[in-house]
């Protein structure tokens, strides 16, 4: 069987935090908006954020192909042409064989200027489209347990830690 070429995600642009423009000035809600990346000949953006100037929400869903050699997709804020924010997002996050096929992960990661200072933070949720056959996904051999508690009381659910890059 041939290997594709590329798989399907569905991202989500949840909101944003702390986003200013020219390092103090609060970004506003009616020029706004997100550009997801997944290589340079693909992309989708965004409508306009509403609700609050400088933490703008979307809660808007981008489907899109992400090519099998894709090591990190690109998250851009932008504010009319320019670009005011921007984190790369490894693709490992989301997709990196220790996850079930079609699982959903919400994660939030620190976006950073053209200069590199920090600008704010995005909040998203990316699924990656499996082929329906309930397998989990390259390295994952083993079903999923819950993990110790506080305690001796065993948790029902999945501890899942939130990537959030930074700089030394």
Not at 94 to 111: K, T, V
Request: hydrophobic share 35%; proline share 5%.
């Amino acid at each position: 069987m041939e290997k594709p070429s590329s798989k399907t995600i569905e991202i989500t642009i949840i909101s944003a935090e702390g986003l200013l423009i020219n390092k103090k000035q609060p970004a506003k809600k009616t020029n706004l908006f997100i550009t997801v990346k997944t290589d340079p000949f693909n992309s989708r953006s965004t409508g306009l954020g509403h609700e609050g100037g400088s933490s703008p929400a979307w809660n808007e869903k981008l489907v899109m192909e992400l090519p099998v050699h894709a090591r990190f997709i690109t998250v851009e804020a932008r504010s009319a042409s320019r670009i005011i924010a921007t984190a790369n997002i490894p693709v490992s996050d989301f997709a990196g064989g220790h996850l079930p096929e079609n699982y959903l992960s919400f994660l939030s990661y620190r976006l950073r200027d053209a200069s590199g200072e920090k600008n704010g933070i995005i909040n998203l949720s990316v699924k990656v489209n499996g082929t329906g056959n309930g397998r989990c996904a390259a390295s994952c051999s083993r079903q999923w347990m819950g993990v110790q508690a506080v305690g001796n009381k065993v948790s029902g659910g999945i501890v899942t830690g939130i990537p959030a890059a930074y700089r030394y």
